[in-house]
């Protein structure tokens, strides 16, 4: 079974500058979330999916960060535009739908550097 | 928001049992405790679960007193390759205000 994959593994950008993150979750997990680490800091919960419906997005910095899964596969997490705080390492994360006691069963991607020079 | 507390570090030899307690004063009725272990440039791998009481799978046990104040991920006979960091997590509902990895505990396998 495939694990959660996520592209790219390593960005570069500038400041002000646009990028787009895409995550795609284990087969039949309906569950997605992201998560990030800036520099220094503890992983940070962003939001969360249920299929095609944001569930909690009480994570997200700001309006700069937009998520999406349309259809309810993979994700997209973009920012637009990029400031230096955000750099850090993005996890996707996908748990199979939910069931009493697994919801932090997840499943996590490797990650996506993100540097904001 | 059920916070946990964690030895930052832990080192531990070839062949014993390494135990990682984490305290959650404030846990909750339907609060689940969950560890994960993580690897540099990895993500987080999910560990183990549990509720109450003990809770063993082919990795690692966990042990939950009767208050669940607290847990001890046990781990029999580490090998070098279990030096990871490893994160105890409370909570039930994702959100911004129930799921806190915390700094984690990082464990160094010594040959």
């Known amino acids: 079974e495939a694990g959660v994959t996520q592209f790219p593994s390593h960005s570069v950008i500038e400041k002000g500058q646009t990028v787009t993150l895409r995550c795609d979750p284990i087969?039949?997990?309906?569950?997605l979330y992201w998560y990030r680490r800036v520099m220094g800091k503890e992983i940070k919960f962003l939001l969360h999916?249920?299929?095609?419906?944001?569930?909690?997005e009480s994570g997200m910095p700001n309006n700069r960060f937009l998520a999406e899964r349309t259809g309810g596969t993979y994700s997209t997490l973009k920012v637009q535009p990029a400031e230096l705080e955000d750099s850090g390492v993005y996890f996707c994360?996908?748990?199979?739908?939910?069931?009493?006691?697994?919801?932090?069963?997840?499943?996590f991607g490797p990650g996506t550097r993100l540097t904001v020079t | 928001l059920a916070k946990t507390t964690q030895p930052i570090s832990m080192d531990s030899y070839e062949g014993q049992e390494v135990n990682i307690t984490c305290s959650h004063n404030?846990?909750?009725?339907?609060?689940?405790i969950t560890w994960y272990q993580q690897f540099p440039s990895q993500g987080p791998r999910f560990i183990i679960q549990?509720?109450?009481t003990k809770v063993t799978n082919e990795v690692a046990s966990l042990f939950i007193p009767a208050d669940r104040k607290s847990s001890t991920l046990s781990l029999p006979r580490v090998s070098l390759s279990d030096t990871a960091v490893y994160y105890c997590?409370?909570?039930?509902?994702?959100?911004?205000?129930?799921?806190?990895f915390g700094t984690g505990t990082r464990l160094t396998v010594i040959p």
């Open positions: 994360a996908s748990s199979h739908p939910s069931l009493a006691g697994t919801t932090y069963e997840q499943y």
């Open positions: 087969s039949g997990h309906d569950n």
């Open positions: 999916f249920v299929k095609e419906s944001k569930q909690d």
């Open positions: 404030n846990i909750a009725t339907n609060d689940y």
């Open positions: 549990g509720y109450k």
């Open positions: 997590l409370v909570g039930f509902q994702t959100g911004a205000n129930n799921l806190f």
